[in-house]
Every structure is written in structure tokens, then in C-alpha cells.
């Protein structure tokens, strides 16, 4: 496209994610689904209109680490609190379920021997879909007026929880699939990143306090919060081993609880990073999703990915529900809220693909599996709570 052709490529790029995110939303679909279609439509499977670049993969991983940074300052403390241990148990079983399930597919269809790096891979699959994309489910209880039930605030807990235990799983997993490191010294990085987390967020937090007081809803105050998130990534990543999206994801976090500030800031967020930067991530995971060359067995084995990611996430979920003394109906209604993957198993699929865990020739299923996921939990959790109202007796036959 010669020296300018990255201009062209964003044009496209924003128009084509845009569009299909609208014609997304008019189905009731998270607009996600639209934009990686996007992607795909103008990438080599169909039109091959552009292809990956390096300034693209760089612009998408601002875009990852912004989404990470935005979903931590969106974090709502008060929730965690409330549902307390159910939530906790649920994200557990919730997040370890997928990695066995969906883990032992990739292995049984692709593992070639019991050795230590088929699986690692296993398990970068399988934490993929460890986390929910609770924005799915949130709609769908908003548009049930169950939102403020029980079953409601314990998704939500729950699928905030999974996401923060996904997160420091792939950052374990990221640390110890380089062989030429030691495993305990990994293991030590990742505890010394949790302390030095601990440390600068206790001094950032009440540095941004006292900004906060005089000015909560200024401009300055949303870039010094960005610089943050960034220097918590960079810091993750250089010095710990540790995800930068994890490094984002804290930097968030240590906001959230900041409320004279939070939505300001959150909102600015959001802004450039619905304008500019996800896109750009979204339609690279369709770019890099290469359809052509796939195979039956790739096929074969997106069928019994999505079975699994399905199934480990209600049963694993439910269990963790049942355990709190929930009923059958509540417990099932917990299992299919969390089905729903989205933006999070994608950036984790993402990172395994650049750290060579993850082959691009699986991504198709991936990103299949993603969608079908978005598409059937809203069904799933309706039919949840469509019950048989009883018959009432005729006036004058009571």
C-alpha cells in the first residue's frame, strides 16, 4: 500500500468494524461479533484486502491493554463483597472446569505425547475459556428485570472473579512455558509482583485521592491514569514476566475504588478506546483468523470446543452454586449466565499466539467457538426463566 498505507488500512478498517458492529447490535448481538466479521471480510479469507502489520499488531495491543485497564476500573468492589465466598467458589470452578474440558479437547485432538509443552498449550486453550463476558448476560437479566435478583449480583461477582483469576492463570502459564527459566524463580516473580502491586497501588491510590478532590473531571486526570496503566504493563511485562494486560488489569483496580473519579475517567477511557483502539484489536483477531485453509478436523474439533466451553462452564458453575445452598433452577440459571465469552478470551488467544502457545491455525475454531458462545447464552438464559405459569381457574368456577 507504500509508505501511507496505514491510513488507508484504519479507514477500512473503523468503517468496516463500525458497520458490522451496527447490523451486530440490530440482531442484539454484542458488537464485537460484528467487528471480528469485519476482520475476516477484509482479511485473506475472504476479500484480502489488507494483511497483518507490525504497526497494527503494536496499535492492537494498546487496544488490549485499554480494555484490560477499562474492565479493572469498572471493577465494582461492593459487589465482590456482597456475595462474598458463593461468588468466589463459582469463578473458581468456573475458570478450572474450561481449562480441564476445553484444555483436554486441544490435547486429545492435537497433543502428540505426554511432554510438558503439549501441555502448557492444552492449558492456554483451556484458560481462554475460563473467562466470562458478563456484558451478554447483563443485558439479557436487564431486559428479564433480574438484574437485582441473587442469581444477578452473584453473576456478577463471579464473572469479575474469573476474570481476575483467568488473568493471573495466563500470566503463570505465560512465565512458565519459556523453558530456559526457572519455575520457582517464576513462580517468585509473580509473588513479587503482587507485593510490588500492592505497594504502588497504596501510593497511587491516595496520590490520586488527593488529585481527585480538586480535579476529579479534569482532562489531566485521564492521562495520568493512562500513563499508569501503561507503566503498570510495561512493568509486568519487563520486570516480572507477568501479562501486561495483567499489569492493566491491576492499574484498574487500584482505581476503582476512587468514585469521584472513577466514571470520568472510565468514560475517557472508553471513548479513545471505542474511537481508535479496539476496533483496530477486534479486526485484527478476524485479519489473523484464516479461513481458507481450514480443515475438517479444525472443524471437528470447534464442535466438541464449543460442546466443551458450553457444558464446563454450567456444570462447573452450577456445582459452585449448589454448593451455597442455591436451588436447581438458580444453579442452572448461574451455569448458562456464564457461558458467554467475549473480549477477554480473545486478548488471552492473542497473547498465546504471540508467545507460541497457541498455533494460528486453531484460531478459527477460537474465534467460532467465541461467537457461537455470545449467540447462544441469551437463548440459553431465557429458556432458564421460562416457567409454566399455572393454569387459573375460570371467574365463576373457583
Known amino acids: 500500500m507504500g ?12 468503517l468496516f468494524t463500525k458497520l458490522f458492529g451496527l447490523a451486530s447490535a440490530k440482531v442484539h448481538m454484542p458488537q464485537v461479533v460484528g467487528a471480528l466479521i469485519a476482520g475476516v471480510l477484509l482479511g485473506p479469507s475472504c476479500f484480502g484486502i489488507l494483511e497483518e502489520s507490525d ?23 461492593s459487589e465482590l463483597k456482597k456475595t462474598g465466598g458463593a461468588a468466589l467458589v463459582i469463578a473458581m470452578l468456573g475458570v478450572f472446569a474450561p481449562i480441564l474440558g476445553c484444555g483436554g479437547a486441544y490435547f486429545f485432538f492435537f ?7 503439549n501441555f502448557i498449550n492444552s492449558a492456554f486453550v483451556g484458560v481462554v475459556f475460563a473467562a466470562t463476558s458478563v456484558s451478554i448476560t447483563v443485558e439479557t437479566l436487564t431486559e428479564l428485570d433480574k438484574i437485582k435478583s441473587n442469581v444477578g449480583a452473584t453473576l456478577l461477582a463471579a464473572a469479575i472473579i474469573d476474570d481476575i483469576i483467568g488473568v493471573v492463570v495466563l500470566s503463570v502459564l505465560t512465565g512458565i512455558s519459556d523453558k530456559s527459566v526457572n519455575p520457582l524463580l517464576i513462580t517468585f516473580k509473580i509473588f513479587l509482583f503482587f507485593i510490588f502491586t500492592a505497594v504502588v497501588g497504596f501510593i497511587v491510590y491516595h496520590l490520586f485521592k488527593k488529585i481527585a ?31 501486561d494486560i495483567t499489569g492493566a488489569y491491576f492499574a484498574g483496580v487500584i482505581l476503582c475504588n476512587l468514585t469521584t473519579m472513577r466514571q470520568y475517567v472510565a468514560k475517557k477511557m472508553t471513548v479513545a478506546s471505542y474511537l481508535f483502539f479496539s476496533p483496530i484489536f477486534f479486526a485484527g483477531i478476524g485479519l489473523r483468523t484464516n479461513l481458507s485453509g481450514i480443515t475438517p478436523k479444525i472443524l471437528i474439533f470447534a464442535a466438541v470446543l464449543f460442546i466443551m466451553a458450553v457444558i464446563t462452564k454450567i456444570i462447573g458453575c452450577g456445582i459452585g452454586a449448589r454448593l451455597f445452598k442455591m436451588n436447581s433452577k438458580d444453579s442452572l440459571r448461574i451455569g448458562v449466565g456464564m457461558v458467554a465469552r467475549g473480549e477477554v478470551a480473545l486478548m488471552v488467544a492473542q497473547k498465546g499466539i504471540t508467545s507460541g502457545n497457541i498455533s494460528p491455525d486453531i484460531l478459527p475454531a477460537i474465534v467460532l467457538c467465541v461467537i457461537l458462545a455470545a449467540l447462544i447464552t441469551p437463548v440459553l438464559l431465557k429458556l432458564s426463566y421460562n416457567e409454566k405459569k399455572q393454569a387459573q381457574p375460570l371467574k365463576g368456577c373457583a
Open 111 to 117: 497433543g502428540s505425547g505426554f511432554d510438558f509443552q
Open 3 to 14: 509508505t501511507y498505507g496505514y491510513l488507508f488500512a484504519i479507514a477500512l478498517i473503523l
Open 55 to 77: 504497526f497494527l499488531v503494536k496499535v492492537s495491543e494498546i487496544g488490549v491493554i485499554m480494555l484490560m485497564f477499562t474492565a479493572g476500573i469498572d471493577t465494582d468492589i
Open 213 to 243: 478532590v480538586h480535579h476529579a473531571h479534569n482532562r489531566r486526570i485521564a492521562v495520568w491514569a493512562l500513563a499508569f496503566c501503561l507503566i503498570m504493563s510495561y512493568c509486568a511485562e519487563r520486570f516480572f514476566g507477568v501479562a
